[in-house]
């Protein structure tokens, strides 16, 4: 039935105030209102429409792209929005299209390693979309090694120009998004080469096609790659391939902030610390991990209100059955994902302040915390990405079959998301980059040198290689102390004994490369320890609201508990635990399940997302998911007519055949 509510009993259950939670998760007032009036501006808007996207043949998927991404600027231009309320209306279309890269890594490229004179160039023209941006940077044969790039840019001093140049077929650039068929220009990242000399990879501004009729220029050979996974998905973006023949720029068009070739083509490097690069890096993989956040909470309240809706089994005397999420094993599976979309959240909004810290400490030419500022962004990318992905998946199971269907929202979800894992640093190699630094971090306790940020509780080596938990009832598990050390000691142990076994080579590399599998576990154990550390600090802050802290407080608990359990193996062998104290964590952490059982619809509702970008009927907010999942299969294609196309063909035939002969 329309307008019927079937989640209303379970809102009436909420011990908490729903609309406080949507200010807490929103980040601040401003945020709220900013986010719950653009979201519903695109919702309310045919012209944003998601309608039938995963069934539209890659031509019609990508030309409706296209009209989508023109039509949000129009709007944007009409309603004078602000860049931040531009920024809110893209994601909101939800829609993987060119202006994610123009605005999201061409325009930051631009504005991190062009000189002043180059922005007042480019940019103007790249914020009015009078060129259209890309970013150029994976290779056919290189991605996560970028010193390994084999484009070539070769200086002429005869004509003052770069020669941008593809030696080989493995140096194609492959995969960059916009560069297919749309973008105009691209900063292209090339070993850069004068007077015979390599000085590695640097960034260079190149234009591809006529701003006239679009073609590509002489010398540049397009396309896109091709169909990738899923159904409409990353389908809507053109990922591209691109090979230079040859091809002349102006020597302005190398992004000159950090090092310059000089008319004469002699390499110089400016006074400007090569580290600055540093912030932009911070700030792309910090709006990762808010994605991650966004990415999790939308399968997580697809999952969860679905969950409450679909009953199965458990009927007595003829009564209703059983609430699927009544189940504890949908619980253990369902809520530390609710649990880790909200703890996820909070360290997306501790990495926004560290942002703004490194900026304002390269400023002023500190760069004491950008080693260890380094690996906690590159750690937590790697971690969160790879659990989303791992927990949409898990979502789209814990909806049963029905969570295989597009119209669940959930298969698109995953094939969007899961890209996330590779770009901008494949996950275990971040993770090998953090261990790099864990082990340089324990090499360097007994120098004198104070270890700083997310690696400061490695100042109490001492304390944390002997201490063991006084944990003796399950409730002792509720103390934010209890579990912090039960991290800190964890990691601790984990980096310690990495670096004992890695001290037992004569060559380091060797010793890295054998023990790369004990590093990545020490790793994750680390960026765990700094999640979790992030939501205990968010609950000493100051929540206002009825109910926020105490629910706030049961997904902290939630979500560290059931990395405990998880990890029991790494608690225990550490010795930091006893098999009884960890059964313990497992009794507190369903005691849990149960008070969060009766707040979880809520929970979910506190994101705030509309139907429009959620585009599931099993996560609608009525609940009313049968009706219109019915309702869904007719307007499917094949369902156009009662006869199917081939079938006179192919099936009347069969049906038809004598079998006289046939030995069946």
Known sequence: MEGVD???????????????????????????????????????????????????????????????????????????????????????????????????????????????????????????????????????????????????????????EFV???????????????????????????????????????????????????????????????????????????????????????????LMRVSQVTKEGKYVQSDIPRQLLYGTMVYVRQSIVSDASLAMSRAVCIATRYSAIRRQFGSQNGGQETQVIDYKTQQNRLFPLLASAYAFRFVGEWLKWLYTDVTQRLAANDFSTLPEAHACTAGLKSLTTSATADGIEECRKLCGGHGYLCSSGLPELFAVYVPACTYEGDNVVLQLQVARFLMKTVSQLGTGKKPVGTVSYMGRIEHLMQCRSDVKQAEDWLKPSAVLEAFEARSARMSVACAKNLSKFENQEEGFAEL?????????????????????????????????????????????????????????????????????????????????????????????????????????????????????????????????????????????????????
């Open 6 to 160: 079937y989640l209303a009993d379970e809102r009436k259950k909420a011990g908490f105030d729903v609309d406080e939670m949507k200010i807490v998760w929103a980040g601040s007032r401003h945020d709220f209102e900013l986010t719950d009036r653009i979201s519903k501006l695109v919702a309310n808007d045919p012209g944003f429409s998601k309608e039938g996207r995963t069934m539209l043949p890659r031509k019609e998927l990508f030309k409706n792209t296209l009209r989508k991404a023109a039509y949000a600027w129009k709007r944007i231009i009409e309603l004078r929005l602000s860049q931040e309320e531009a920024t809110m209306l893209r994601r909101y279309v939800d829609e993987p299209a060119f202006t994610d890269l123009h605005w999201g890594m061409f325009i930051p490229a631009l504005k991190g390693q062009g000189t002043d004179k180059q922005q007042e160039k480019w940019l103007p023209l790249a914020y009015k979309m009078q060129i259209i941006g890309c970013y150029a940077q994976t290779e056919l044969g290189h991605g996560s090694n970028v010193q390994g790039l084999e484009t070539t840019a070769t200086f002429d001093p005869q004509t003052d």
């Open 164 to 254: 941008i140049h593809s030696p080989t077929l493995t140096s194609s650039k492959w995969w960059p998004g916009g560069l297919g068929k749309v973008s105009t220009h691209a900063v292209v990242y090339a070993r850069l080469i004068t007077d015979g000399k390599d000085y590695g990879v640097n960034g260079f501004i190149v234009q591809l096609r006529s701003l006239e009729d679009h073609k590509p220029l002489p010398g540049v050979t397009v396309g896109d790659i091709g169909m990738k996974f899923g159904n409409g998905a990353y389908n809507s973006m053109d990922n591209g391939v691109l090979s230079f023949d040859h091809v002349h720029i102006p020597r302005d068009q190398m």
């Open 516 to 664: 790369a599998a004990d590093l990545v576990e020490a790793a994750v154990a680390h960026c765990q320890l700094i999640v979790v550390s992030k939501f205990i600090e968010k609950l000493q802050q100051n929540i206002p609201g009825r109910g926020i802290k105490q629910q706030l407080e049961v997904l902290c608990g939630i979500y560290s508990l059931f990395l405990l359990h998880k990890h029991q193996g790494d608690f225990l062998w550490t010795g930091y635990i006893t098999s009884k104290q960890g059964s313990l964590a497992n009794d507190q952490l369903r005691a849990l399940y149960s008070q969060l059982r009766p707040n979880a619809i809520s929970l979910v509702d506190a994101f705030n997302y509309t139907d429009h970008y959620l585009d599931s009927i099993l996560g609608r907010y009525d609940g009313n998911v049968y009706p219109k999942l019915y309702e869904a299969a007719w307007k499917d294609p094949l369902n156009k007519s009662d006869i199917a196309d081939g079938f006179h063909e192919y099936i009347r035939p069969l049906l038809k055949q004598q079998l006289r002969t046939a030995k069946l």
